[in-house]
């Protein structure tokens, strides 16, 4: 499957913005994305988990010259949404793996996983789609993580 | 930001499972789906969302079919894992918008969920790349869902 990969992307800088604890209702996830939509605030990355005990965590990640911003949309929003805490990390990094058609993405995941478990590097947050394995890590290890994977996926030239 | 949208696709034949409770240490996210990228298993969505407490969990969606394999490979891994509880769900369906070029998702996600919700639709899963939001509803609501969204975002020819 390694034909299929395209190449290694990155970026540090972004801030990702986790609320944690709120309901898993209808309207919540539209509750929180749409007033940062509505000041044209460009998000990244979105990800939710399923809820259990009926609350789930909602991130997502925006450029962080715009997490001043979004910070006072979000703690205005509070009284209506009714999260226990809102959590705001500047240090991360986003790692994709970017490949064509990946029809099954448990080759090139686990790949990727084993490739920065090896350099002991946490993978805070995942999310994927045909084109993209997406990882978020902390920034310090960003350099190590994209050697690395340049590495498993023999992408050095 | 509409002209965008190329469609929403569907799948109501996937099966979610959910380590609740893993670990968020290095090397975890490879011990989950190494050994299901072992058996040759192809695996679609993976979203894993920030730990809390040094805990969070993993949710990946396979084929229905491959349901009782990945099952058992789960279930003998416990041991090495350390989960709290392994979650089955396969009464979901997955629902994606797909364009092209989404620089930002908020526009098209928020509508996206402001249409759900104005059908009492929960979201269970979300997901988002440059070309797709992928959200996982119950599979009972996958008809509604698509009606809605392809109203929404004006693709009823
Ligand atoms: C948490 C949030 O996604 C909620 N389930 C919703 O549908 O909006
Ligand atoms: C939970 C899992 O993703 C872990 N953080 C890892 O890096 O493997």
Redesign the interface.
């Known amino acids: 499957e390694n034909a299929l990969i395209s190449g290694i992307a990155f970026n540090k800088d972004q801030t990702?913005f986790?609320l944690?604890g709120v309901e898993?209702?209808?309207?919540?996830?539209?509750k929180i994305?749409?007033p940062?939509?509505d000041k044209d605030?460009?998000?990244?990355?979105?990800?939710?988990?399923?809820?259990?005990n009926g609350k789930t965590?909602?991130?997502f990640t925006v450029d962080s010259e715009d997490e001043e911003q979004v910070k006072s949309i979000l703690k205005s929003k509070q009284s209506g949404l009714d999260y226990i805490d809102l959590?705001i990390d500047a240090d991360i990094a986003k790692v994709s793996i970017v490949g064509a058609g990946m029809?099954?993405?448990?080759?090139i995941?686990?790949k990727a996983?084993?490739a920065?478990?090896n350099?002991?590097?946490?993978?805070?947050?995942?999310?994927?789609?045909?084109?993209?394995?997406?990882m978020?890590i902390e920034d310090k290890y960003l350099e190590l993580a994209v050697k690395t994977l340049h590495k498993a996926f023999n992408l050095d030239k």
């Open positions: 990702k986790t944690h898993d209702t209808p309207g919540i996830a539209y994305l749409g940062v939509n605030i460009s998000v990244d990355v979105i990800v939710q988990n399923i809820s259990v965590d909602f991130t959590l029809r099954s993405h448990a080759g995941a686990s996983f084993e920065l478990s350099e002991s590097i946490n993978i805070q947050l995942i999310s994927t789609s045909e084109i993209k394995i997406t978020v």
